[in-house]
C-alpha cells in the first residue's frame, strides 16, 4: 500500500520560514519522482517544487525562496521554504510519480510541476502565512 506521510506547515508570519518533510512508501523511490504542490481555496492546484534523479524543477514564484531536497534513499523529499509571503498560504501536498510519466527525454523541466503527472498524494499540511 502506498502510503506519503507529510510533515512540518503550520503558520508565520511574512518573512519567515517553513520546512516540509514527506516519506513515501509502497513504491520504488528509484522510479519514481516526488514533489510538492499546493492548493489555495478557489485556486487550482498548481506545482511548487518537484525533484527526480536529483534534477529538480520549480515554479517562478518561489525561485530563489524555496528549495526541495531528496534524501539518499529517494523515498523521502523535504521543501524548506524562505521569505514566505501571504500569497504563500494554501494546503501543500507531497506527491509522487513515475519517472516515465514525468522525465521528458529523461530530463526534467517545467512539465513535471503538472499535478496530473503524479500518482500518489498525501493527505496535505496547512501553510499559512500572515502579513
Known amino acids: 500500500q502506498v502510503q506519503l506521510v507529510e510533515s512540518g506547515g503550520g503558520s508565520v508570519r511574512a518573512g519567515g520560514s517553513l520546512r516540509l518533510s514527506c516519506t513515501g512508501s509502497?513504491?520504488?523511490?528509484?522510479?519514481?519522482?516526488m514533489g510538492w504542490f499546493r492548493q489555495a481555496p478557489g485556486k487550482e492546484r498548481e506545482g511548487v517544487a518537484v525533484?527526480?534523479?536529483?534534477?529538480?524543477a520549480s515554479a517562478d514564484s518561489v525561485k530563489g525562496r524555496f528549495t526541495i531536497s531528496q534524501d539518499n534513499d529517494e523515498n523521502t523529499v523535504s521543501l524548506q521554504m524562505n521569505s514566505l509571503k501571504p500569497e504563500d498560504t494554501a494546503m501543500y501536498y507531497c506527491?509522487?510519480?513515475?519517472?516515465?510519466?514525468?522525465?521528458?527525454?529523461?530530463?526534467?523541466?517545467?512539465?513535471?510541476?503538472?499535478?496530473?503527472?503524479?500518482?500518489?498524494w498525501g493527505q496535505g499540511t496547512q501553510v499559512t502565512v500572515s502579513s
Open positions: 506527491a509522487a510519480g513515475p519517472m516515465t510519466a514525468i522525465l521528458g527525454l529523461g530530463v526534467m523541466t517545467s512539465l513535471g510541476l503538472q499535478p496530473g503527472r503524479y500518482r500518489y
Open positions: 509502497g513504491y520504488t523511490g528509484s522510479s519514481y519522482c
Open positions: 525533484i527526480c534523479a536529483r534534477s529538480t
